[in-house]
Nanobody, 129 residues
Framework: QVQLVESGGGLVQAGGSLRLSCAASGRTFSNYAMGWFRQAPGKEREFVAA?????????DYADSMKGRFTISRDNAKNTVYLQMNSLKPEDTAVYYCAASLRRFPSAGYYYTSDRFDSWGQGTQVTVSS
C-alpha cells in the first residue's frame, strides 16, 4: 500500500493561490490513479480532482473547481500537485490526497472516495474573506 503525505496548506486571502503537494512512497507511483478530495466542517468529503497516467495523462475536476484548480503529477518525483487559484472562502477545508490501483478508463470515474484505497492525513486550507 502506498503512503501519502500532503503539504502546502495554509491561510490565504480570497483571490489568492496555494499549491498543495502529495508525496507518495511505497509501490510504483505511476500505477496509481491520484485524486484530491476535501472536507469542510460539518460537510461530507467531496471530490476535487483526479489524474490518471495510463497511455496519456488525463484529468477531471469537480464543476466548481474547473478553471481555478489544476491537478498534475510528476512520476519521477512520486508527487501529485494541486494548484489552486482564485481561492474563495468556500474553498476552506481539509484537503486529502488519495491513491487508487483500480484502472478505470478515464479520470472521471474517480469522483467518489470509495474508488480510492490509500489516503493521506490531510492538509488544512483556510481562505479568509
Amino acid at each position: 500500500q502506498v503512503q501519502l503525505v500532503e503539504s502546502g496548506g495554509g491561510l490565504v486571502q480570497a483571490g489568492g493561490s496555494l499549491r498543495l503537494s502529495c508525496a507518495a512512497s511505497g509501490r510504483t507511483f505511476s500505477n496509481y490513479a491520484m485524486g484530491w478530495f476535501r472536507q469542510a466542517p460539518g460537510k461530507e468529503r467531496e471530490f476535487v480532482a483526479a489524474v490518471i497516467n495510463w497511455s496519456s495523462i488525463r484529468t477531471d475536476y469537480a464543476d466548481s473547481m474547473k478553471g481555478r484548480f489544476t491537478i498534475s503529477r510528476d512520476n519521477a518525483k512520486n508527487t501529485v500537485y494541486l494548484q489552486m487559484n482564485s481561492l474563495k472562502p468556500e474553498d476552506t477545508a481539509v484537503y486529502y490526497c488519495a491513491a487508487s490501483l483500480r484502472r478505470f478508463p478515464s479520470a472521471g470515474y474517480y469522483y467518489t472516495s470509495d474508488r480510492f484505497d490509500s489516503w493521506g492525513q490531510g492538509t488544512q486550507v483556510t481562505v479568509s474573506s
